[in-house]
């Protein structure tokens, strides 16, 4: 039972995190208030559904057409609005009343195109193991999780990706000037966050079902993750991402589960208001 | 056929007073909300309160119902206004989550889900109950200009110049020796007891509020409304609320089946907002704010 709720915690922390980083990489490098995230997460899990389950495909090729599908629509979404406004050189609250207004245009598509009830993937017999009582889709997915969280660490920590992107942050002009396309950049940045929300979106349609509202927590949790742990940081949205899972695991298992959005929430109100750095403030050098 | 009309025009008044409140708080502050819904369900629980419990008339009700939301206003603003850009919409964001969660799970004071039915109509001067749809509108007309007359005239005020200067250039405000931290905080405390307008009469009219109509959707509804008429007067509000109103009685006017006519209601609004955000995104916020 314990062993079962840790597994649980361990997976939505994960969860969180890894959708945290998506988020932080479009949020850093671009400032957008990227709520059209949290309907790619939905479109990930219906693409899923649609071939894993309606059209019997493999679970392999129905993950990768859905990462495929993702990321092509996140990067049209940077290519065909976000970049148009930026020319228009608007405010930023603009450009997120346009992220709302494609949340709203993808969220009904979907509903358009498989209706507005809750969707289960049934024909989930992958992996026949149990593991102290731990069924092995479940030891699977973590792993998974896992997996791609040390991945995106190693990503972030070695890579000269991430150090370039930083640098566009900064000083868009400066970093153009040293030599740095940074069309190019952004469009790898878009593409790499639609795959991260793919995976995610497509796991947990395949482990928990689908609906059309399950975006808007989710990346609501991610954000608050990035608040808590600080932005700026792949640490911060890890540390976040688990603080987020743990307490949402432990206000189950202690308090009535009813309770545990509210919670979250005030536990939020108090981030923003006390520390809105978050745990990790990014250390960086005032000019 | 008239009743049809009326019931219409009913929401689109309603409507037009969440949008003018938030109109108010959105456009002219600079501060995008997405928690004008929670405020707009706190009135109407605090209406079916007083109503149904303490069976007051309309102006107590109006007057209790302003009051609780510019309490509450006061307080979430007291914190949260120095925020900026996306954390002060995450902070009303969590607001709206916090309220909804109560709403919804406090069953034994909200009724949770099944929310709270049978609540009367409205009683003015010795009429008893206005409940016929005609008399509702004409009490609702009343209110709605009343609100719309309150902010027009709030706009060519000293206040209402001052808040024109915020929008404008907040730093030179602030040379000015204007406490501009004061004003976000009475505009945010005004635009959500102006709102508890507009949930009076809904709840009244509606004789039946559950937390569904208080969410997040609501929110980002609200939202569009403001921004669809896409001119800082009050007037494109009126228009932009009352479009929202419209649209879905235009969908089934020209024969949309009804279980795509929601989606494609909320996809053309989409792509409004969109060439909204195009053609008029210089207009609609003061970029210094970002």
Not at chain 1, 26 to 49: D, E, P, Q
Not at chain 2, 192 to 212: E, K, N, Q, R, V
Request: aromatic share 12%.
């Amino acid at each position: 039972m314990v062993l079962q709720y840790l597994i649980n915690a361990i997976i939505n922390g994960s969860i969180i995190s890894i959708l945290a980083i998506g988020f932080a990489l479009v949020y850093n490098t671009t400032r957008i208030f990227h709520i059209a995230y949290a309907a790619l997460y939905t479109l990930s899990g219906y693409v899923f559904y649609q071939f894993y389950e309606l059209n019997n495909f493999s679970f392999l090729v129905a993950l990768l057409i859905s990462l495929a599908i993702t990321s092509i629509v996140s990067l049209a979404i940077d290519l065909v609005v976000y970049r148009t406004l930026n020319k228009k050189s608007l405010g930023l609250h603009s450009i997120m009343i346009a992220s709302i207004a494609l949340f709203i245009i993808i969220i009904n598509i979907i509903v358009l195109i498989w209706g507005n009830s809750p969707r289960l993937v049934l024909n989930e017999q992958l992996l026949n193991f149990n593991l102290f009582g731990v069924s092995g889709n479940r030891i699977s997915i973590l792993a998974t999780y896992l997996l791609i969280l040390i991945a995106l660490m190693i990503f972030i920590k070695k890579g000269k990706f991430v150090t370039i992107i930083r640098s566009i942050r900064d000083n868009q002009t400066l970093a153009g000037l040293m030599g740095i396309n940074i069309g190019n950049y952004r469009t790898g940045v878009f593409i790499i966050s639609g795959i991260i929300v793919g995976i995610v979106g497509s796991i947990q349609a395949f482990d928990v079902g689908i609906n059309p509202d399950v975006g808007l927590p989710v990346f609501i949790y991610a954000f608050i993750a990035i608040i808590i742990g600080g932005i700026g940081r792949i640490e911060g949205a890890i540390i976040g991402g688990y603080t987020l899972g743990f307490l949402q695991t432990i206000a189950e298992y202690f308090i009535n589960s009813q309770w545990v959005v509210l919670s979250i929430f005030v536990i939020l109100l108090l981030f923003l208001i006390y520390l809105p750095k978050g745990l990790l403030p990014e250390k960086r050098r005032e000019l | 056929m008239v009743n049809y009309l009326l019931n219409i025009s009913n929401f689109a008044l309603i409507y037009i007073i969440l949008a003018t409140s938030s109109h108010l708080l959105i456009r002219v502050s600079n501060q995008i909300s997405l928690g004008q819904a929670a405020f707009f369900g706190i009135g109407a629980y605090i209406t079916a309160l007083c109503t149904q419990v303490f069976h007051l008339p309309i102006i107590p009700s109006l007057l209790i119902v302003m009051l609780v939301n510019g309490v509450i206003a006061y307080l979430i603003a007291m914190p949260t206004v120095k925020l900026v850009g996306d954390y002060f919409v995450m902070a009303t964001l969590a607001f709206q989550f916090i309220v909804f969660s109560i709403l919804y799970n406090w069953t034994s004071v909200t009724g949770g889900s099944e929310g709270i039915s049978g609540i009367p109509s409205p009683k003015l001067f010795g009429i008893d109950s206005i409940s016929a749809n005609l008399d509702f509108f004409i009490l609702n007309l009343v209110l709605t200009l009343i609100l719309l007359f309150l902010f027009y005239k709030l706009q060519y005020s000293m206040y209402g110049k001052v808040l024109k200067a915020l929008h404008i250039n907040e730093l030179s405000l602030l040379a000015t020796g204007r406490d501009t931290r004061k004003i976000r905080i009475s505009v945010f405390v005004i635009s959500s007891a102006f709102i508890g307008w507009g949930s009076y009469l809904y709840a009244t009219y509606m004789s039946y509020i559950d937390p569904s109509s208080f969410n997040i959707h609501e929110s980002i509804f609200i939202l569009i409304a403001v921004l669809l008429g896409s001119s800082e007067k009050i007037r494109g509000v009126v228009i932009g609320a009352a479009f929202m109103i419209l649209l879905p009685e235009i969908l089934r006017f020209v024969q949309i089946p009804d279980t795509i006519a929601a989606p494609i209601n909320q996809i053309i609004l989409g792509i409004l907002l969109l060439f909204i955000v195009y053609f008029r995104g210089n207009s609609l916020f003061s970029n210094q704010s970002t």
